[in-house]
């Protein structure tokens, strides 16, 4: 039985998918994913794999592959990427001091945390990611402002 899911559910899953098999075309994806149950047409398959920076890599025997590279830790990331991100995986926040915590969809929590270490923003010392949680460490009495920021670009506010 195929079912719809949330946008971020399938994009979660595309990325296991992609990581777990060797994908040569869009077609071999949307039928891996109906058999994971996952009711998909290719035009989306095509738009997610667009929005998570998917790239063929060749592979070992000549073919090439999907995959999703790792942003190079000195690459930065735009506000636009920034503002994507928080606004479609930023379920939530709190904080306490200098310590933000932000609540995401599950298996989510990795990807906004890279794109805030790579915001450059001055006021951040780093981030730690769990599964669906991650904790954004502020600048020494910048925890108020950080949680502004956050929220204001997840639509939060």
């Known amino acids: ?3 719809r899911i949330s946008k971020t559910a399938r994009q979660h899953r595309i990325t296991k998918l992609l990581e777990d098999n060797q ?3 869009q077609s071999q994806l949307v039928e891996l994913l109906a058999a994971d149950g996952v009711e998909v047409n290719q035009a989306t398959v095509s738009r997610d794999l667009e929005e ?5 890599v060749r592979v070992p025997g000549g073919e090439t592959a999907y995959a999703i590279p790792e942003l190079p830790f000195d690459q930065v990331s735009t506000d636009d990427h920034l503002r994507r ?3 479609d995986w930023v379920a939530g926040i709190d904080r306490s001091g200098d310590l933000v915590v932000l609540r995401t969809p599950p298996g989510c929590a990795h990807v906004v945390a890279s794109a805030i270490d790579r915001s450059g923003a ?3 010392i780093g981030t730690v990611a769990g599964d669906d949680t ?3 460490i502020a600048a020494h009495g910048a925890g108020a402002t950080v949680e502004s920021t956050i929220a204001d670009l997840a639509n939060l506010a």
């Open 1 to 3: 039985m195929s079912a």
């Open 23 to 25: 994908v040569t075309n």
């Open 52 to 56: 998570l920076s998917a790239v063929k």
């Open 85 to 87: 991100v928080l606004g």
């Open 122 to 124: 001055p006021d951040i």
């Open 134 to 136: 991650l904790l954004v």
